[in-house]
């Protein structure tokens, strides 16, 4: 693992993993939920939006990617980066995300 964040409720974990995936984890029993499949490295960094429907990861693969939480489908691959994305995060209203 590279990295873990909480759900804005506490109720779910997002893990950034060096096998390309990121996942979200039950925090009550440890479970895995879903696992957010598409990237083409290392997954560096992975938060939560501030209402919790989303998740952004930044990866080795010089790009990043918006994924629903419901449904684990991705949303948005975020593309034209000329190096790895180590991390991304979301403004405090969830309507922007940066990445570097």
């Known amino acids: 693992l590279v990295s873990a964040a909480f759900s804005p409720d506490g109720g779910t974990v997002v893990t950034a993993s060096y096998d390309s ?15 957010l499949q598409g990237h083409g490295g290392s ?6 939006s501030p209402d919790g429907a ?21 949303l948005r691959v975020l593309i034209g980066h000329v190096g790895l994305v ?15």
């Open 21 to 35: 995936t990121a996942k979200l984890w039950s925090a009550e029993t440890g479970e895995c939920i879903c696992t």
């Open 43 to 48: 997954v560096l960094s992975a938060v939560f």
């Open 86 to 100: 180590q991390s991304a995060a979301f403004s405090p209203d969830g309507g922007f995300v940066a990445t570097a």
């Open 54 to 74: 989303r998740v952004v990861t930044a990866c080795f693969d010089c790009m990043a990617r918006l994924w629903y939480t419901e449904s684990g489908d991705c």
